[in-house]
């Protein structure tokens, strides 16, 4: 059965911390994984997507990285903010012949403190 | 800031009333979804559409119904709403390619009394 699980399921950082959030995926045959920030009371924003090819990308202070051969992926998150407080989901894409069908995590809530 | 509007944004209501959860998109996507979301858990698929007229059921059992009469529109009914409806539900939508992403609403969160 396709999977996405992500760990920590929560996590508790010091505003200016570094952090790192995990997902490992069961998904075949894999298409892309993209990265969500979802702030409290609003819906899920792209981060950044990783296709099959790539090994890591940054967007700001956000950095991913894929590793197909594994199936992990990880969200590194440097110089917290408070504003980064956020569930964060990763969504594996599974490429079949009627198209893509989209895999959830459950996400990690992450709570950064002053 | 994606151009995709859910209301009502906030909905209490008693058990046996119909109800229909709006969702409107001004980026002329073709793609649009209702997902289900509860506290730690995934978002599960409940419907979702790939243009006019175009409707199906997604992996969630639900009661709903959904209709695409108008590529921008795709509101969400529950004839009979019971507690077990009580939850978060996202609408959103994305362009054709595979790599796209999608855009979600600030959702609608609904209580059944």
């Known amino acids: 059965k396709n999977q996405v699980e992500q760990s920590p399921q929560s996590l508790i950082i010091l505003e200016g911390k570094n952090c790192t959030l995990q997902c490992n995926y069961t998904v075949s045959p894999f298409s892309n994984l993209r990265w969500y920030k979802q702030d409290t009371g609003r819906g899920p924003v792209s981060l950044t997507i990783?296709?099959?090819?790539?090994n890591t990308k940054s967007n700001g202070r956000y950095t991913a990285t894929l590793d197909a051969d594994t199936k992990q992926s990880s969200l590194h998150i440097t110089a917290s903010q408070l504003s980064d407080s956020a569930s964060y989901i990763c969504v594996v894409s599974e490429r079949s012949q009627a198209g893509t069908a989209l895999i959830f995590g459950k996400g990690t809530t992450l709570s950064v403190s002053s | 800031e994606a151009d995709i509007y859910q209301t009502p944004r906030y909905l209490v209501i008693g058990t046996g009333k119909k109800i229909t959860l709006e969702c409107s998109q001004t980026?002329?996507?073709?793609?649009m979804y209702w997902y289900q979301q509860d506290p730690g858990m995934e978002l599960h698929l409940i419907h979702y559409s790939y243009g006019v007229n175009s409707t199906e059921k997604g992996d969630l059992s639900s009661e709903s119904t959904v209709s695409r009469i108008r590529t921008e529109h795709f509101p969400l009914t529950l004839e009979s709403a019971r507690p077990s409806h009580t939850s978060q539900y996202l609408c959103?939508?994305?362009?054709?390619?595979?790599?796209?992403?999608?855009?979600f609403g600030n959702g609608t969160r609904l209580t059944v009394t």
């Open positions: 990783m296709t099959f090819s790539e």
């Open positions: 980026m002329g996507h073709d793609k």
């Open positions: 959103a939508s994305r362009a054709d390619s595979n790599n796209s992403p999608l855009h």
